[in-house]
Structure formats: C-alpha cells, structure tokens
C-alpha cells in the first residue's frame, strides 16, 4: 500500500488537515509526515506541542471539571 505524504508547513490549518487525517486513518492509509526541519510548527491556531500537552482531555475534563470553566 502506498503512503500518503503530509508537508506541515507554518501557519497551517489545523481544521483542514485534522479533516483528511481522519478519513486516511479510517481507511488505514498510512501518513508519513514531513516538515521543512524538526523544529515544532505553529499552526493557525497557534497551539504548539507543548501548549497541546499542558491541555485536558475531554474524558478528563467531565470526570473532574475545572470551577472556572
């Protein structure tokens, strides 16, 4: 089976490529995933690796939920 290469490149769509990546692994494709060097990409939204790591799962979140919101 070929695979399906992914180029992330700064300021990229999170919505957009979430999208494609979850009908590719529904269908079992494999993803190789390349960026111009291996320092993180910003996405649009901005969230960074270490951003998306200090946030709560939502399974987490419904089982002790935050006062503040």
Do not use: H, R
């Amino acid at each position: 089976m070929k695979k399906v290469a992914l180029l992330l490149y700064d300021q990229f769509c999170n919505f957009e490529i979430s999208v494609a990546l979850e009908m590719l692994a529904m269908a079992g494709t494999p993803i190789a995933i390349f960026a111009k060097d291996l320092k993180a990409v910003k996405s649009e939204e901005g969230f960074t690796p270490e951003d998306l790591s200090q946030m709560i799962g939502w399974d987490d979140n419904i089982a002790s939920p935050i006062k503040q919101g």
